[in-house]
């Protein structure tokens, strides 16, 4: 995901014209990884829903989803501080 990252803010600093479809792009990345983020977490593998979370917002940092599963995952973890964070 950081090279279609890369490559996308190549494209918006490029092509400003070409910023919405960039953004479309980017969300298509992010859906897949955060599904199999939110599948992970309600099979309770938080370590494999935290990896995957993190990797959703290397392309798209703009939906609370994998903040979510973040969330969650340090609560489960007993780390409300970090929890908080995210929430």
């Known amino acids: 995901l950081k090279l279609v990252d890369s490559t996308l803010t190549v494209v918006e600093q490029a ?6 479809q960039a953004t479309q792009l980017r969300q298509l990345a992010w859906l897949g990884t955060t599904n199999a983020a939110l599948q992970a977490l309600n099979a309770q593998q938080a ?3 935290a990896k995957l ?3 959703a917002l290397i392309v798209y940092k703009k939906d609370a989803l994998p903040y979510y599963v973040l969330g969650t995952v340090a609560q489960q973890k007993g780390d ?3 929890a908080a964070q995210y929430w």
């Not at 092509?15 to 919405?20: D, H, L, R």
């Open 53 to 55: 979370a993190e990797r």
């Open 15 to 20: 092509k400003p014209g070409c910023a919405q």
């Open 80 to 82: 409300a501080a970090r």
């Open 47 to 49: 370590d494999s829903a």
